[in-house]
């Protein structure tokens, strides 16, 4: 074999024969969890509440890789109460009601309460949760949830009541970089049984590319190491193994983006938001991010045409011009190459002026319609073109602006119970200035 081939047969035989690296370093005590310290350091209320041995049904909400199996597993360390695992991607019914069976013949035998750990909980659906429910109620289950999705979509609302929610936070470099160089210098648990150093460039991008899941962190140094190590054995004795930033880089290489349900609605949150703020920066990233992801380009479509009325709207109309094109080329064009047609629409309305008059009207006059009831259409803007409108008095009145100076004539286009109101607030941004400069001289003239 010459030379370090990347992923060689002997680095996949050198993985193969242990078990995964994060495996085998989950924490043997509250102390050694990476993180969390705002729920488990000293005095803080999980840490009590495990201690004490007095957790009630919790829900552990966090992203992937920040502590939840883990912290679970010291929960069954730390119980007198029984201990049972189920996952909700291969749970059923079925499968509660036989752990229901087995914490009511415990708790009827000898007094000993249940604990049920069930992991990913947001995959079990209404039924499954529901059919947990009076048992957690009734407290012969004390459910600990884990899930990497925003419980307040993915959990019944009653389910969700009955639980205490605790939020892992993603982990930060000063979270990470002890853990992998312990990972490292481990020599029974961890990687020190193959001596390896790391260059502090390596650490920190291995850190920095993590996104704070420490699983995927131990996985990648994992893989990194074998790395390392497989070149060194390849070039001699003498070589010592160390990795570098190019090997760090390898490990990272394969890096799946997360985008659950909660991301979904956080990052169109973010992207529309800095749109409006004019940042055609912010704009360019939130959309790579969820091209990246999978995200549906029509529903990105959807919403920058939304937005081009909402937040531009009359300051410059050729906005709303240009989110259509744009909605439509994802019809007709398809990814890859409609990202470029999204790309020029999102900059093009994060560079244009702003303006949400048009949304403030449509609000006001809802709010009109629905608050101070439906007043009759004035007579004189009825429909007249039926046989006998007109002996209805239909159209008495009209002037049709067309026949007047500008094509405009004063005159009331109102109901008479709404004649007062004003529910178009002119704003002052780009083209709006000088409709708004047309309109008012017209009134101007029509009162003289």
């Known amino acids: 074999m010459s030379g370090p081939d990347l992923f060689s047969h002997a680095v996949e035989e050198r993985l193969a024969r242990r078990a995964p690296l994060a495996a085998r370093l989950r924490p043997r005590n509250l102390d050694e969890v990476a993180g969390q ?5 000293p005095g803080r209320p999980l840490r009590t509440l495990i201690e004490s041995d007095r957790l009630a049904s919790v829900i552990l909400f966090g992203p992937p890789g920040t502590g939840k199996t883990s912290i679970a597993r010291l929960v069954a360390g730390a119980t007198s109460k029984a201990f049972e695992s189920l996952s909700a991607v291969t749970a059923g019914v079925k499968d509660v009601r036989e752990v229901v069976d087995r914490a009511r013949a415990r708790l009827g035998e000898r007094g000993q309460g249940t ?4 992991d990913e909980v947001h995959r079990f659906n209404r039924t499954q949760q529901d059919a947990l429910l009076p048992h957690v109620e009734e407290g012969l289950l004390v459910l600990v949830g884990a899930t990497t999705e925003n419980p307040f979509f993915s959990l019944t609302g009653p389910l969700l009541s009955r639980s205490t929610l605790f939020r892992l936070e993603p982990l930060t470099a000063d979270d990470l970089g002890p853990l992998l160089r312990h990972a490292l210098d481990d020599r029974d648990r961890g990687l020190g049984a193959e001596p390896c150093t790391i260059d502090d460039d390596a650490l920190a991008h291995l850190c920095d590319r993590a996104e704070g899941d420490a699983r995927h962190a131990l996985t990648c ?3 990194a190491h074998a790395l390392a190590v497989e070149a060194a054995s390849q070039s001699g004795a003498d070589f010592a193994a160390s990795i570098t930033l190019a090997y760090a880089e390898a490990a990272l290489a394969t890096r799946a983006i997360r985008y659950g349900e909660d991301e979904h609605y956080d990052i169109i949150s973010a992207f529309i938001k800095s749109i409006r703020g004019s940042d055609p920066d912010a704009g360019a990233y939130w959309l790579a991010r969820m091209i990246e992801a999978g995200e549906d380009p029509r529903f990105i479509a959807r919403r920058l045409v939304v937005l081009a009325s909402e937040d531009i709207g009359l300051a410059d109309s050729n906005a709303l011009v ?4 744009a909605a439509q ?3 007709f064009v398809g990814l890859p190459e409609a990202r ?3 790309s020029h629409a999102v900059v093009y309305l994060a560079l244009a002026p702003k303006s949400n008059t048009a949304y403030r009207a449509i609000g006001s006059a809802q709010g009109a319609v629905r608050d101070r009831g439906l007043g009759r259409v004035p007579v004189h803007l009825r429909d007249a073109s039926y046989r ?3 002996a209805l008095g239909h159209g008495a009145g009209y002037r049709y602006p067309h026949d007047h100076p500008d094509a405009w004539v004063q005159q009331q286009y109102l109901p008479d119970e709404v004649a007062s109101e004003v529910f178009y607030e002119p704003g002052s941004s780009g083209d709006e200035t000088e409709l708004v400069a047309r309109w008012r001289q017209r009134r101007q003239q029509g009162d003289r």
């Open 322 to 325: 240009i989110a259509n094109a």
């Open 388 to 390: 006998g409108a007109q």
């Open 340 to 342: 470029i047609n999204l």
């Open 37 to 41: 310290r705002h729920l488990l350091a």
């Open 221 to 223: 140094l994992e893989l």
């Open 329 to 331: 080329a994802v019809e």
């Open 115 to 118: 604990i049920l750990f069930l």
